[in-house]
């Protein structure tokens, strides 16, 4: 069964780093991986995606602060967060896009999240 797994969140002050990881298991031929995060009240935005070529697109907000990174062969994508604000307080998601073997099928499959707060 296809699924991925979010770990690294937690407290950081503000200007403070995290780096959340993201692990796919199931899936095969990857073509995208992405981070997207929701604060309460507000809708899930995507913060950021590399495709299978390693090409990587950043939302505004985090531009010049996060940086998107795989690892091919552990199926792992990374976000790494510096100059950390209040505001990206957030529920951090990953989402694949890939196939699954077994039923054979392409699909995208979204982790549980892990809490990332950034205190002031």
């Known amino acids: 069964q296809a699924q991925v797994e979010e770990s690294g969140g937690g407290l950081v002050q503000a200007g403070g780093s995290l780096r959340l990881s993201c692990v796919a298991s199931?899936?095969?031929?990857?073509?995208?991986m992405a981070w997207y995060r929701q604060a309460p009240g507000n809708e899930r935005e995507q913060v950021a995606r590399i495709t299978r070529g390693s090409i990587v697109n950043y939302a505004d907000a985090v531009q010049d602060r996060f940086t998107i990174y795989r690892d091919y062969a552990a199926n792992t994508v990374y976000l790494q967060m510096n100059s950390l604000k209040p505001e990206d307080t957030a529920v951090y998601y990953c989402?694949?896009?890939?196939?699954?073997?077994?039923?054979?099928?392409?699909?995208?499959?979204w982790g549980q999240g892990t809490l990332v707060t950034v205190s002031s």
């Open positions: 989402k694949a896009a890939g196939i699954q073997v077994e039923p054979y099928k392409y699909l995208e499959v």
């Open positions: 199931g899936i095969y031929s990857i073509s995208l």
